[in-house]
């Protein structure tokens, strides 16, 4: 699995720390995915759509990450 254990499911206070924790998780999610771990991948998604984040993968295989 990825490992996740050091990133927190609440994301930090500052808005570029923020930034920072949505694509750590964007990675983390890029990981399980290339893993075939789809239920691991769909709950990252969640979770960073709970705090207001979309993932969007791009067809070069790069991840972005929006506000939303």
């Given amino acids: 699995a990825p490992s996740t254990a050091a990133l927190s499911e609440q994301p930090p206070a500052g808005s570029t720390d923020r930034e920072a924790w949505a694509m750590a998780w964007a990675r983390a999610r890029a990981l399980a995915k290339a893993q075939r771990q789809y239920p691991e ?3 990252i998604r969640n979770l960073l ?3 207001g984040f ?3 993968d791009r067809k070069d295989g790069s991840i972005e990450v929006v506000r939303k």
Avoid: F, G, M
């Fill in 54 to 56: 979309e993932v969007r």
């Fill in 49 to 51: 759509q709970d705090n």
């Fill in 41 to 43: 991948a769909d709950r």
